[in-house]
């Protein structure tokens, strides 16, 4: 069964693949900054600004997940080692889909992964979600010089839920900094 499933979604995306754009010729197209937050700029986190809020994860100092500040609601960044690292937009954490954060491409959070697979440039890979399969995917975009990336994220074979994008390491990881 789960093969006969996966048979069908893999068909559904090479057809949804054949209609997208032509590549990238290098991180044109790829959004690299944020309200002015370039990914790969020193970040220092701010202890006392309370318009800054970072998570509680293990090592904040090392990695963590950043939001507020001059970033506009639902979208949260990774900082790893004073850098940033990637932005980020979590369905569960956007705003109503009238005003809901942007991604590169023009991808959202909530859109058809049909859609999606439309807006991104040719040459993605598709692998199966980690936790959550089946049905889940990673959809996951390189640009031709190999420094940047994005990746979707789909739980249910029909809706992106999250977005993730900037340095590849830091694309590639599931849970938060792991």
Same mark, same amino acid.
């Given at each position: 069964?789960?093969?006969?499933?996966?048979?069908?979604? =893999?068909?559904?995306?090479?057809?949804? =693949?054949?209609?997208?754009?032509?590549?990238?010729?290098?991180?044109?197209?790829?959004?690299?900054?944020?309200?002015?937050?370039?990914?790969?700029?020193?970040?220092?986190?701010?202890?006392?600004?309370?318009?800054?809020?970072?998570?509680?994860?293990?090592?904040?100092?090392?990695?963590?997940?950043?939001?507020?500040?001059?970033?506009?609601?639902?979208?949260?960044?990774?900082?790893?080692?004073?850098?940033?690292?990637?932005?980020?937009?979590?369905?569960?954490?956007?705003?109503?889909?009238?005003?809901?954060?942007?991604?590169?491409?023009?991808?959202?959070?909530?859109?058809?992964?049909?859609?999606?697979?439309?807006?991104?440039?040719?040459?993605?890979?598709?692998?199966?979600?980690?936790?959550?399969?089946?049905?889940?995917?990673?959809?996951?975009?390189?640009?031709?010089?190999?420094?940047?990336?994005?990746?979707?994220?789909?739980?249910?074979?029909?809706?992106?839920?999250?977005?993730?994008?900037?340095?590849?390491?830091?694309?590639?990881?599931?849970?938060?900094?792991?």
């Amino acid at each position: 069964m789960r093969f006969a499933a996966a048979c069908v979604v =893999t068909f559904a995306l090479a057809a949804a =693949t054949s209609s997208a754009r032509t590549p990238v010729a290098g991180p044109a197209g790829l959004t690299d900054s944020v309200s002015g937050l370039h990914i790969g700029d020193p970040f220092p986190i701010p202890p006392d600004d309370p318009r800054w809020r970072m998570e509680n994860w293990p090592d904040p100092m090392s990695c963590t997940q950043v939001f507020g500040g001059s970033l506009p609601e639902g979208i949260y960044m990774m900082v790893r080692d004073g850098r940033i690292a990637r932005f980020e937009i979590v369905s569960s954490l956007a705003v109503v889909p009238t005003s809901a954060p942007s991604a590169p491409f023009g991808l959202r959070t909530g859109m058809s992964m049909a859609e999606a697979m439309v807006r991104l440039p040719s040459g993605v890979i598709i692998e199966e979600h980690k936790y959550n399969w089946p049905g889940g995917y990673y959809v996951t975009w390189y640009d031709v010089l190999r420094r940047r990336a994005i990746r979707i994220q789909v739980a249910d074979s029909r809706f992106v839920d999250v977005i993730l994008w900037g340095d590849i390491d830091a694309v590639r990881l599931a849970e938060g900094c792991v």
